[in-house]
């Protein structure tokens, strides 16, 4: 179990940005023998493993031997992207001295867990030519600083940040010029930075994930929300792959799901229908395919957290290493309903692997995830669960150490459940 762990900061440490847990995704599946299934190509409906990309969603699947039109599906479905600083178009900025980086706050982030950070920069650079080049600066370039205390001796009555001024991160001394910070990655990447036409770079922290606790039983490492999912996810398909019947087990790490999921990539989009369409072998199979078919939707949710235990239900709380928890919501900010949380019950009985039951307090609002817009588009019965972390949405997050195992064991056996 732990050894997955470990996998898991390694697959975190290849992803800071979705393109590269899509490129690392396609990596691993390659090496195990899926080949691609390119979205403009002619449909290569044979039996085996396949994947399709697009930017930074990635979708992947194993077609057994004689799997007719209409063979139901068990999906895997998580998401790639998580909060962070994304670089404006035009980067090059600064102040007193300093030169700075341009950024707008991308999703729902924890702004005062990226202050004093080692940060690196991530994405890709979009070139004239119509290609695009992924670039990971994966040491300390950045930083955003925090004032002194003695500058702002009430600062612990409560951090007050404005997005505009206080979030921009340092990157060295001296005067901005227009050019520079594109310049500098073209050079990383070996492109000539005049044939760069445009990016989508983020930030990240460096340091390396790391495990934590008297027994060492916790891993502290960004962007668990979502790759701990993402990760899982593709290794419970690939175990499916080798033991795939009645069912086409499918993978699919969604883009764009901290920012509501609206996008050509995100899980509101088409992307995922028209896959499972042609998978299903067209649209006057795919009615029988769905209606046979189930989603377990897999995003993290909240642990416990002792400082703060009243703002978690007192019975339906979850703790990290105490296994995947079903999440249930009754206004379908989570999709599970009880046919699918039995689907999900006997999914963990025969991986022989625990389970817990979050459900949020009744004064908290509710969030919500990939799982009700996927039952929403399709049809398919959903089932939502996730692994508990502390410090979600902050540049660095908790879970257990075996939870990842569990979640992994437990998406096997959902993914090639014939009931
Ligand atoms: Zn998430």
Redesign the pocket.
Same mark, same amino acid.
């Given at each position: 179990m732990t050894d997955l762990a470990h996998d898991l900061a390694d697959f975190i440490a290849a992803a800071p940005t979705p393109y590269h847990a899509v490129a690392e995704g396609v990596r691993r599946l390659s090496a195990a023998g899926f080949s691609e299934q390119p979205e403009a190509g002619p449909w290569d409906g044979s039996s085996g493993g396949r994947y399709l990309v697009r930017d930074g969603t990635l979708l992947a699947w194993f077609v057994p031997e004689a799997a007719p039109p209409g063979t139901p599906m068990r999906i895997f479905a998580a998401?790639t992207d998580s909060p962070t600083l994304k670089v404006k178009p035009r980067p090059d900025v600064g102040a007193g001295g300093w030169r700075q980086v341009a950024v707008e706050v991308y999703g729902g982030a924890l702004w005062n867990s990226w202050l004093d950070r080692d940060l690196g920069l991530a994405g890709r650079l979009a070139l004239y030519d119509g290609t695009t080049v992924l670039v990971d600066v994966h040491r300390p370039l950045l930083r955003v600083p925090q004032l002194a205390i003695h500058l702002d001796r009430q600062v612990n009555q409560g951090l007050s940040l404005d997005a505009q001024q206080h979030l921009l991160p340092v990157w060295g001394l001296g005067s901005p010029a227009e050019g520079d910070l594109i310049e500098f990655l073209a050079d990383e990447v070996g492109v000539d930075p005049d044939e760069v036409a445009a990016h989508d770079l983020v930030v990240h922290d460096v340091t390396p994930p790391a495990r934590l606790g008297e027994e060492e039983e916790l891993l502290a490492a960004p962007r668990l =929300?979502?790759l701990a999912s993402a990760h899982a996810g593709l290794g419970a398909l690939l175990a499916a792959a080798d033991d795939a019947g009645g069912v086409i087990p499918v993978f699919v790490g969604f883009d764009h /799901? /901290?920012i509501g999921s609206g996008s050509a990539t995100g899980a509101a989009g088409p992307l995922l229908e028209t896959v499972l369409t042609r998978l299903a072998g067209g649209f006057d199979a795919r009615g029988a395919a769905f209606a046979g078919s189930r989603c377990l939707s897999v =995003?993290?949710t909240h642990a416990a957290h002792p400082n703060y235990l009243g703002h978690h239900d007192p019975t339906h709380r979850a703790l990290p290493n105490g296994g995947p928890a079903l999440k249930v919501n009754a206004n379908q900010r989570y999709a599970t309903d009880a046919p699918g949380a039995a689907a999900w019950h006997r999914a963990c009985r025969d991986a022989g692997v625990p389970t817990q039951v979050f459900v949020g307090k009744n004064t908290v609002p509710c969030g919500t995830?990939v799982g009700p817009l996927i039952a929403t588009r399709l049809g398919i019965r959903t089932v939502d669960v996730g692994i508990p972390v502390l410090s979600m949405h902050s540049a660095r997050e908790l879970c257990g150490v075996r939870d990842p195992g569990h979640l992994a064991a437990a998406a096997t056996a959902f993914l090639t459940d014939p009931v």
């Open positions: 998401h =929300d979502n /799901e /901290e =995003d993290v995830t």
